[in-house]
């Protein structure tokens, strides 16, 4: 039998086990917390801070464009957008939440193939999908109330683009869309993996789209468990985007396009002669660039692309022509400048030049020809068979050098993409890409700016632009300040230059002129040009014999083209107006080629 000192020693003996277990548990916590709180402080700090604290990405305001006058031509507005946060939504969760999304709302096929096709790994990257843009009140009321059951689902405010002019500036100002994959990876700006970000695509937002995007900025964000809004905890500003000023007049812009929609399709542009700047560039039709600043319904592009006026093209730059009669200049001052003729040399025109058994034939071959003619003549009544005989005597390499010297066949500079250099056809090219053997008829086709040449109403303009100013090769030029300057003057006689724009003013101002009809009647203020048709259809002779010269269908008629400038005394404004089957260059460009420089003396 244990007596009660036995007892007490048992106890003790228990208490003091209990105590040293009590003891090493204590110093297994202290350790653990030690370890958790002070060494794996920061790691577990960086994970309470992702789940306390949310870094939101802002993007900044896009620079606004304005035109010569510091008039709004493209601006931002609010908007607001759905997106939806791959984050917030669990793994197994994302599918359910998807499906849910698609049934309730309709939504255009691109999302809806994000939503199907979410990557296993969500990051920091690719965690946002755009739902909806530019949503109305009930859209945004809709979306309150589903975000409450769907989890994920943010509501965004942010800039979206707006364009004042869309139709009428649509070549000019260009549009904003997504960012592709490809351009994220090129940029390498990170803001471009933002849902809402849009960069430039088109026009003058693509050319300058790094300075208009602007700097993107950071907010830390604290939420609560909910992932609601509690405070914001740091902000750090972005930098708006730079305004970017033009040189288009906006008043002149809208007259020209107002004129131009009496047509089906054509172009104008007016240029600064001196200088090289562009005070209004127009490509009609044009079309709403403001569809493009958010998702665009497929049927709306399929429409755009396939109607045949081509509005989706910017003809000013990209539209590739025979400049016809618009060259004749270039063929006469490669005739002076060779030495094969001057101003007294006369060639006889009965309308037929035979070269072979072929006939080439001049526009007034039905009234006998224009009989013996000189350059000024031949110039101002544009008479072929001048022309054909200037260049079976100087050569086919001599007037692709001097066309070459103008700036033909080649591209202007002008700040925006898209631009082609057409072609100014030489021996050596017709061998290597055609395959075949340069003839006496291309040597003629040359001439009058027919057969392979090609050649953009921008070059046509900067051509013209470079004979009135002293021969200096201008760069066209949209963004405001940016003159470039040139040095280096082409090296033809100044008499020879005179003659030729003799032969310009007398096409608009003589009696006999083939634009005499659109003569500005102000002595301060007198238009000089030339007319051009680019032929698109070849008349048989057995059409000819029945008197037939154009075709009755309007897509086989061909362009109708007026290059020339004003005031003819102190040169200022160059222009170039091409209506695409307007017929005859006298009868529909050279109306309103006065029309149009009437209005830049007015606005300009």
Not at 189 to 198: E, V
Not at 293 to 300: I, L, N
């Amino acid at each position: 039998m244990r007596s009660r000192r036995d007892d007490r020693r048992l106890i003790t003996r228990r208490a003091f086990i209990f105590a040293g277990v009590k003891a090493a548990l204590g110093v297994v916590v202290g350790a653990r917390l030690f370890y958790l709180q002070v060494l794996q402080f920061a790691h577990y700090k960086l994970l309470s801070d992702k789940n306390r604290l949310v870094a939101k990405r802002i993007l900044p305001p896009r620079g606004r464009i304005l035109d010569v006058n510091a008039r709004l031509l493209a601006s931002n507005k609010f908007t607001y957008s759905a997106i939806l946060d791959l984050l917030e939504i669990s793994e197994k969760d994302r599918a359910k939440v998807t499906d849910l999304i698609i049934k309730e709302k309709q939504l255009c096929s691109k999302t809806i193939a994000e939503l199907q096709n979410i990557p296993k790994t969500i990051n920091r990257d690719n965690r946002l999908v755009l739902l909806q843009e530019d949503l109305n009140w009930d859209d945004l009321a809709g979306y309150y109330v589903k975000s409450s059951s769907i989890p994920g689902i943010i509501i965004e405010k942010f800039q979206s683009r707006e364009y004042l002019y869309a139709e009428e500036l649509s070549h000019v100002i260009g549009y904003i869309g997504a960012p592709t994959k490809e351009d994220v990876e090129r940029t390498e700006n990170i803001a471009l993996s933002l849902p809402m970000a849009k960069i430039g695509k088109m026009g003058v937002e693509k050319q300058y789209d790094e300075e208009l995007f602007g700097k993107m900025g950071v907010q830390h964000v604290e939420v609560n468990s909910r992932r609601q809004f509690v405070r914001c905890v740091s902000n750090s500003e972005s930098i708006p985007g730079a305004d970017i000023h033009l040189t288009i007049n906006i008043d002149l812009q809208m007259e020209i396009y107002k004129i131009l929609s009496q047509h089906g399709g054509g172009s104008c542009v007016v240029m600064n002669v001196n200088s090289g700047a562009i005070l209004a560039f127009v490509s009609y039709p044009g079309y709403d660039t403001n569809i493009f600043t958010k998702r665009v319904d497929p049927s709306v592009l399929r429409e755009l692309y396939e109607n045949p006026y081509k509005p989706a093209i910017n003809k000013v730059i990209s539209g590739l022509y025979s400049p016809g009669s618009a060259f004749k200049m270039i063929t006469g001052l490669a005739g002076l400048d060779a030495g094969v003729i001057t101003e007294h040399t006369r060639f006889g025109c009965s309308g037929v030049h035979e070269l072979g058994s072929h006939k080439f034939h001049c526009w007034r071959w039905k009234y006998g020809g224009h009989g013996s003619i000189n350059l000024r003549r031949a110039i101002s009544e544009s008479c072929d068979i001048y022309f054909y005989n200037v260049a079976e005597r100087v050569g086919a390499d001599k007037i692709a050098r001097t066309a070459n010297d103008f700036g033909l066949g080649d591209l202007t500079g002008i700040d925006l993409h898209g631009e082609k250099s057409g072609l100014i056809p030489t021996k050596d090219w017709k061998k290597r890409v055609k395959k075949q053997v340069w003839t006496k008829g291309d040597t003629l086709n040359l001439a009058i700016g027919q057969g392979f040449t090609l050649t953009t109403p921008l070059q046509l303009v900067r051509m013209i632009s470079i004979m009135v100013n002293g021969l200096n090769p201008v760069t066209p030029y949209l963004r405001k300040y940016q003159e470039i300057t040139s040095t280096d003057r082409l090296k033809y006689k100044r008499e020879h230059i005179e003659l030729i724009l003799d032969g310009m003013y007398d096409t608009v101002n003589s009696g006999t002129g083939t634009a005499r009809n659109s003569a500005i009647d102000d002595e301060n203020f007198e238009m000089a040009g030339k007319t051009g048709s680019s032929q698109v259809y070849h008349i048989t002779e057995s059409q000819r014999s029945i008197g037939k010269t154009v075709s009755d269908d309007y897509w086989l008629k061909e362009h109708a083209i007026f290059v020339g400038y004003a005031p003819e005394d102190e040169p200022k404004f160059g222009i170039t107006v091409l209506i695409e089957h307007g017929g005859g260059g006298a009868k529909t460009a050279a109306p309103i080629a006065r029309e149009v420089l009437l209005a830049a003396r007015k606005y300009c």
